[in-house]
């Protein structure tokens, strides 16, 4: 399965000046996958599971010299490890902290070995020890699969050059537009974990990949008894349960139990760390960056994948496939979610970016546009829409509050132009920096 992320390791594989590679991201998307795939660009791979090989520990017990700790590799494995040939993949790496510690001293004694790491609840372990390699160690962060990485699994890359290519001058073909707004109605239904995608693309068995997600959802609540002694298993299930209930509107601690907030605040904490939930921060969006207008009391969550989200709501599947799409937008969430994660996909892998809404609320006027993104400079508000024709106050307060210069609007429509608001398809959400008429 190919992942857009392969070209930085690309990237990385030839940099002179390279460091230590760490992929972040949560459970199950890919991770370990990518990298024993990367690894087949090298002469040898050397992989190394800390919750599996318990027996290396000791390796990292000691000063934690890597010329010391990859000769007693070596005897483990039974293999030689030579730089600039060997991948070198340390996985499952929270299992051992001292593991972590090491990766600084391997840029600085050992430049030339390709050394990748990777683990699962790993921004629990690291957040323990911050500063274990700055300057010496960099992220890359892996998230679920974008719409466009699934249609390149599914279709090749024929469909996705077109949406690619497309603009309001050359919308396209009015039957592939329709294959493509079907295409997205599945994605919505099984999201972006890998595991689930594989099973829609070998068997097209839709009701087989939610029984998949609620296995993956079961083995998320087992990880929740790692963070038990943080927040209680019960409390961390009820805040998930209640991002996917709030994910169109401000969060509110007060909508999920009888507990107090600043328990609940913890609970969210622990599943923004885990990967499973992503904050949309209120801006003002007066200038950039707009995270210099954030007001951080106000937010919404938003889950990080619409497949686990569409299980946590128990949303019918048959109505969902059979209903028109301008109405499943106009429903909000599902399409919602999908928007600001493609929106989240689209950013440098070595970022990891904040989601933006803007909200404006007085006794004579309310107004909110869903997301707000920054692109060459510019702050461009979008709005998940329906039909053509509505009126969209939100998008035209703002755009004349902040004077834009034009806004998007995602949507089931085709390409297309009206005034200053861009009428972008709903699946095109993830190509929005790629389109080079946006300006």
């Known amino acids: 399965m190919k992942r857009k992320i392969e070209k930085e390791l690309l990237k990385w594989m030839v940099r002179k000046n390279r460091k230590v590679l760490l992929i972040r991201g949560a459970r199950q998307v890919g991770k370990t996958h990518l990298i024993r795939e990367f690894g087949k660009k090298f002469s040898d791979f050397v992989e190394i599971n800390f919750d599996l090989h318990k027996k290396v520990h000791p390796f990292f017990d000691g000063d934690l010299d890597p010329v010391t700790i990859v000769k007693d590799l070596e005897l483990y ?11 070198l993949f340390f996985d499952e790496i929270q299992a051992c902290k001292n593991a972590i510690s090491s990766l600084r001293y391997f840029y600085e004694l050992m430049p030339n070995l390709h050394l990748i790491a990777a683990g699962s609840l790993l921004e629990f372990t690291l957040s323990e020890i911050p500063s274990f390699g700055v300057g ?29 290519n497309a603009s309001f001058n050359k919308p396209v073909n009015t039957v592939i537009h329709e294959k493509l707004i079907d295409q997205l109605k599945i994605y919505q239904i099984i999201g972006g974990l890998p595991e689930v995608v594989q099973s829609y693309i070998d068997n097209r068995d839709l009701l087989d990949c939610q029984r998949m997600i609620n296995v ?18 019960a409390r961390l299930k009820e805040t998930i349960e209640s991002v996917a209930k709030q994910t169109t509107s401000k969060f509110k601690y007060s909508n999920i139990g009888s507990d107090s907030s600043n328990m609940y605040k913890e609970s969210l904490e622990m599943l923004l760390k885990a990967g499973l ?8 969006a007066s200038g950039n960056p707009l995270g210099s207008g954030v007001n951080p009391k106000f937010f919404k969550a938003v889950m990080f994948d619409t497949g686990v989200y569409q299980r946590l709501m128990n949303l019918n599947l048959s109505d969902y496939v059979t209903t028109d799409f301008n109405t499943i937008i106009n429903r909000g969430q599902l399409t919602e979610i999908f928007a600001g994660s493609e929106i989240k996909k689209m950013k440098d892998p070595y970022s990891i970016d904040n989601l933006y809404y803007w909200h404006r609320e007085s006794k004579s006027s309310q107004a909110e546009v869903d997301y707000v993104v920054e692109k060459n400079g510019k702050i461009i508000p979008v709005e998940v829409k329906a039909a053509s024709g509505r009126k969209m ?17 995602l949507c089931a ?27």
């Open 77 to 87: 494995i039974g293999k030689k490890i030579i730089p600039g040939k060997t991948l």
């Open 413 to 439: 429509d085709n390409f297309s132009k009206e005034g200053k608001i861009y009428s972008i398809p709903l699946y095109a959400a993830g190509f929005i920096n790629d389109y080079e008429w946006l300006v």
């Open 277 to 284: 939930v992503y904050k949309a921060y209120h801006t003002n």
């Open 136 to 164: 010496r160690v960099e992220s890359m962060f892996l998230f679920p699969l974008s719409f466009e990485e699934y249609l390149l699994e599914l279709n090749g890359p024929d469909m996705v050059e077109m949406i690619k």
């Open 216 to 233: 993956l959802i079961q083995g998320y609540y087992t990880d929740f008894i790692k963070y038990k002694d943080r927040s209680p298993v």
């Open 393 to 409: 106050k939100s998008m035209h307060l703002f755009m004349e509050e902040k004077k834009s210069d034009f806004g998007i609007r």
